[in-house]
């Protein structure tokens, strides 16, 4: 079944493959921090460098009971159980957006613990159930 | 080998089609209602978790649409099977389409729950490499028709596009990104709660079909192309 021909053809395509694969494990290792949607409070704390005046994009949950909210003004705490960071925020913010859950955060670094956000975005995760469930779930913790 | 002769196989073909038509409408109407109306609202985005009956499936199709395309093209070029060709002509623009809704659907979805229509985030920007690949196919497919080349340009294009298709189905895994996880693996429980899942594989089964349906008359049509032309040629 498989000629000369075949065999060639067979030779050519699987060298392309290796050669393709080869150069996107190169391309990956050179891209991997630019692939990151955002980093972490701790991953900021630990960076010595702080950009300043530049954008970033910082993601964790949003610290219960943190949220205060004044009248033009939302200032919260963005945590990832071991670092946090103090967010204010004026705008509106995502349906979503409450306590202990996740948050996407975009905006210019004051300090190690204190951003000045452009924009929020909500982060929800992948457990999908009805309301009546939740109930169920919550009851079953305490 | 007779049963394959096109000949025979549109036969078969237009049987196929009836037997689908006859009962898509049915399996339409349930699936539908089951994701619009019986199914429950989720306890964090309400009503807007009804998008994912039909994101998720398209996504789904719109991948192994193009896996499929992707290793047909390879053997197409190793063994040189006219059929496979004719295969990959029809489902083509099918994966495109699905590919393109689940983009749609997903930047809809995220509005309400994320706030943002886009991001360029991991498994967006795959999903995104994919359609721009299925473009790139399919455009080939139209412009270098005459063209002795075309099954290399193919496998080419397949190659590099194939290698996207883990990048995305583990985008999410490897890199953080704003796309939440995967809810259903391959191993293990999944996290959606059966009541949402029953739609969901309602929908998945309902797309599957209306493919096909797309499919058999798109390969239909080529078939009838080429016996014109050998006609033509008598």
Known sequence: MLTKKIKTRLLFLISIVFITVFFLIFIYFNLKQNILYFKTPSEIFMNNQIERNSMIRVGGMVKKDSILQNNDEIRFILTDYERELIVVYSGTVPNLFSEDQGAVVEGILNDKKYLIADRILAKHDENYMPPQMKKILKENAK | MEFFSFGNIIVYIDKFIKFINSIFFVILIIGISFALIISPVDYLQGDSVRIMYVHVPSAW????????????????????????FLFVKSLAPIGLLFTCLSIVTGSLWGKPTWGTWWAWDARLTSMLVLMLFYVLFILSLKYFKNNENLTKILSFLSILGIINIPIIKYSVEWWSTLHQPASIKFLGTSSIHSSMLIPLFLMLLVLLLYCALIF???????????????????
Do not use: C, H, P, Q
Request: net charge positive.
């Open chain 2, 61 to 84: 199709i719109g991948l192994s649409i193009f896996s499929l395309i992707a290793v047909s093209t390879m053997l197409n070029f190793i063994f040189k099977i006219k059929n496979l």
């Open chain 2, 216 to 234: 058999l008359m798109k390969y239909k049509t080529e078939i009838i192309k080429i016996k014109k032309r050998n006609i033509k040629r008598l």
